[in-house]
């Protein structure tokens, strides 16, 4: 051996962590993505896969690419929201997301058969997250909207990690009342601590005006914009109780595109426009 040639049994040999090798997969993976819109709240049952959904189509309709991930792996009601309840993805991949409304989505619901139930720990729901942003065939989009399911626990905390932080926008979902302000305002400071910039407060299930011309507010009033106003981030939009909402979500079709001009519909538009420049 020449003393230029290296003597290749004493080179070091390094294998890239599987920490490393998913980052390095879902950044190529997230290579025709602009921005990734994270809908979460520290709360369950406050709207979120309600909002993620509905805005996701009124940013669609202002002319944006949008794709949605649900990534709430033990529980996802995205499918249903959007009407692929039982769609299952054939083969091993890369898989083609279904589209609805021009939306391709993509769930881990689309993994397994109707009616399983999950007991999985933090290290089996990373994995899935990861194959849904790497074995589904996103196409080029200016936003993929994130459905999280609640609390700042292994699927926030696995977004945080694998998307780079500059491509983050995180918008936290609160109803009016107290408990969920003291859920969502922890939320905010587990955001803070991961670097995932927040945008803004929606409040959800606010207060709404029957036919008789009265207003209930059934969860209270108010909660949202002290909650913004604490955490010194924009209140993008209040949407009021509305039956239809809830209907739209059991039968899978989108309410801001099938209730133009009502108060919730017009609640979405706003925020959507809201969050429009952030993401021209
Ligand atoms: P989360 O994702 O936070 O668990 P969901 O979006 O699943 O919450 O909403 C919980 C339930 O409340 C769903 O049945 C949904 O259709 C309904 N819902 C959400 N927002 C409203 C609203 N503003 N008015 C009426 N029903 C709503």
Redesign the pocket.
Known sequence: MSEDEPDEGLEPSFSPTPQAQARAGIERALGGIGHVLVVM?G???????????NVAAALKTRGFDVGVLDL?IT?P?TPR?LGLDGFRFEGSGPFEPPVVEGIPVASSAFFRPPGRALAWRGPMKQKMITDLFQRVAWPDLDVLVL?L??GTSDEPLSVSELVPSEMLSAVL?STPQGVSQDDVALNFKFAVTVEMPVVGVVE???P?TCACGREHAVFGRGGGEALAEKMDVPLLGQ????????????EGSVFVLEHEGSD?ASAFERIACALASRFE
């Open positions: 709240s709360k369950g049952g406050v709207g979120k896969s309600t909002v993620a959904v709430d529980n009601n929201m459905d399911p609640p979902v959800n299930m606010s709404f949407i009021p109780i509305d039956p239809a909402l809830r209907e739209a979500g059991d919730a």
